[in-house]
């Protein structure tokens, strides 16, 4: 089973430029929605497996990222192709809607 990424404030630039789409979940332990949204992109992390990168960034441990992107509120999710952002959703969703936001990067 393909795990996500954990992304941190070191890796976070080599990731991002990857010539694979990369989708970012910046989250906490303490969030209730990102507990919610965790399982959801442990399965993308596995669908996606060697197209995308599926990642996650804990927003207390790595704050430089999360305030260089002006993360807010979480879970905010990041999507990335050629180091920019291509799309982003802020709040528990379903996989569905993450699936189509990455699907659509694969072309």
């Keep these: 089973m393909s795990k996500p990424v954990e992304i941190t404030d070191s890796n ?3 990731i991002i430029n990857s010539e694979k789409p990369v ?3 910046f989250w906490a332990e303490w969030c209730g929605p990102c507990k919610m949204i965790g399982p959801l992109v442990e399965e993308l992390a596995n669908e ?4 995308a990168i ?4 804990d927003v207390d441990t790595n704050p430089e990222v999360s305030a260089k992107f ?3 509120s979480i879970p905010t999710l990041l999507v990335f192709k050629g180091g920019e952002i291509v799309d982003k959703q802020v709040g528990a969703v ?3 809607v993450l699936s189509e936001k990455i699907e659509a990067q694969l072309t």
Excluded: A, C, H, N
């Design 12 to 14: 976070f630039e080599e």
């Design 23 to 25: 989708l970012v979940d």
């Design 48 to 51: 996606f497996d060697g197209k």
């Design 54 to 57: 599926i990642g996650k960034v």
């Design 70 to 72: 002006g993360i807010r």
């Design 94 to 96: 379903p996989k569905s």
